[in-house]
């Protein structure tokens, strides 16, 4: 079945910079592709992507994570549906651990809040989208 495409957006500070994108970026060439693959299938299918890709963070009202494995690691990235069909990224990591660092839940608890009280003024600036 296919789904509308949803838009993928990344959280972006009051400079403009993109934390999610640039760890992205900073990843080799192959971990990269692979994290931008999850991406392009969470942009396809939404709310619809499958355990264990992704899954709503135990306890959490708003994060979701997308679990990329890569070799012997383990890659997450942080979003929340937001409005209709968009999807911000909000925190991205290399997770060391069993239990998902409390700083990482935290930070992205901050970015969607802030990412909320943006668009709720009207001030947040959408030109860091997934194409």
């Known amino acids: 079945m296919v789904y509308p495409n949803w838009k ?3 959280y972006q500070d009051e400079r403009g910079n993109s934390p ?11 971990e990269r592709a692979k994290v931008f693959e999850f ?4 942009q ?3 709310n619809k992507m499958p355990n264990p890709y992704a899954e709503k963070l135990t306890g ?4 979701w994570e997308l679990r990329i494995k890569w070799r012997t690691n383990a890659y997450r990235v942080f979003y929340f549906f937001f409005e209709q ?6 925190n991205a990591f290399l997770k060391k651990t069993n239990k ?3 700083a990482e839940i935290k ?5 969607i809040k802030e990412i909320k009280e943006r668009k709720k003024e009207r001030f947040y600036d959408e030109t860091k989208e997934w194409l």
């Open 20 to 30: 999610v994108y640039k760890y992205i970026e900073s990843l080799s060439v192959k």
């Open 107 to 111: 930070k992205a608890k901050k970015r």
């Open 44 to 46: 396809e299918k939404g």
């Open 8 to 10: 993928i957006k990344f």
């Open 39 to 42: 991406i392009a299938q969470l």
């Open 85 to 90: 069909k968009d999807i911000y990224l909000v």
């Open 100 to 102: 998902t660092p409390r």
């Open 60 to 63: 959490e009202k708003d994060i």
